[in-house]
């Protein structure tokens, strides 16, 4: 593949996670940009081949300390893309301090001011990782939560971007206040609303549970495991996040003045969990009876959920011209098995 032919400093936020390593893998492969990228504590990146010249800083997003060594080494970006959060529902009730000081960027909106002449696009997304530890299966054996963009009050279906925000949890209320302060604060940006990111390994390989490939490999086990029927969410996968990305890059950083987008990036299917087992359980050939199908509330999760977050994502691929993998696609795509005849 010959690399598009646009230029610029592209720092990636929370490089090191899930999605930031895909976005790193594909720009570093696919564009002429000079890449960075920030992280906290894993600094993993750098120890593939393809990501050897992408520079790597330590910063701290709760006091902003690490942005003045990137402002010295690179100067200003064309375009910085946000994947850092505390992305655990969870973690995010036990101590909402410290997901505000994370999730709300106000560290790096301060940063990006510092740029008198400069006003690189801003790319926002709800999550770093496609799916927590929380994915795992508790002493009980329930799936037991998600870090969908839990902005929705999950009481209909298909929500568009223009309807009212009302989260239900503290990790939905940061990704709230996180908007309205890039609202406020910034005027070139892009806020992408993530459902459950899924996909494969990327190019280094993270540590925490990925929704498909803990699915399979429960199935595959020959475990009978308790899945929801009444949650809703729209999976996408990990490709087309970073398709749309590129393609906001490309676009806005080559057309100049500013953007002000808000944009649901879903998958076409609405799902509930159990769904999405059976997906993994057609395309493998396991056992359908290894699902058990069970009611959320019948799950003391420590954390409000909400039922139904399903998204329309119209306006994204209308925007683009793109149309979103399926989630039965994506499984075989992730699981690397080919697509039926």
């Not at 709800?126 to 929705?152: F, G, N, R």
């Not at 058990?292 to 909400?306: C, E, F, L, Q, W």
């Amino acid at each position: 593949m010959s690399k598009l032919e646009i230029e610029g400093v592209v720092l990636v936020v929370g490089g090191s996670g899930y999605l930031g390593l895909h976005l790193l893998h594909y720009l570093a492969t696919s564009t002429k940009f000079r890449l960075a990228y920030t992280f906290n504590k894993n600094d993993a990146p750098r120890s593939h081949p393809s990501l050897q010249d992408v520079q790597g800083f330590h910063v701290d997003l709760r006091t902003g300390v690490g942005w003045d060594q990137i402002s010295k080494t690179l100067g200003p970006p064309a375009a910085v893309v946000n994947c850092a959060a505390i992305s655990v529902p969870r973690e995010c009730e036990e101590n909402p301090e410290q997901a505000s000081e994370v999730n709300v960027p106000r560290s790096l909106i301060q940063w990006l001011k510092s740029f008198a002449h400069n006003k690189p696009l801003l790319v926002h997304l709800s999550t770093d990782q496609d799916l927590p530890s929380e994915w795992a299966i508790d002493q009980t054996q329930k799936l037991i939560t998600d870090c969908v963009h839990s902005v929705y009050e999950g009481t209909k279906s298909f929500y568009k971007e223009d309807e009212e925000t009302k989260p239900v949890n503290v990790y939905g209320k940061s990704k709230v206040e996180a908007e309205k302060h890039i609202r406020a604060h910034w005027q070139n940006f892009a806020v992408l609303r993530s459902s459950i990111i899924y996909g494969p390994q990327p190019v280094v390989p993270v540590q925490k549970s990925l929704p498909v490939q803990w699915m399979d490999t429960t199935l595959a086990a020959g475990k009978k495991v308790d899945f929801f029927t009444d949650e809703f969410r729209c999976p996408v996968f990990v490709r087309d996040v970073v398709k749309v990305v590129l393609l906001l890059i490309a676009n806005l950083t080559a057309e100049g003045g500013f953007a002000q987008l808000v944009l649901n990036v879903g998958g076409p299917d609405r799902l509930s969990r159990a769904e999405m087992a059976e997906v993994v359980a057609e395309v493998k050939g396991y056992e359908a009876s290894l699902i058990n199908h069970v009611k959320a509330s019948t799950v003391d999760r420590g954390v409000k959920s909400p039922p139904d977050i399903s998204m329309d994502v119209s306006r994204l691929e209308t925007f683009f011209g793109i149309t979103m993998t399926k989630f039965a696609d994506g499984v075989r795509q992730t699981l690397s098995l080919p697509h039926p005849a």
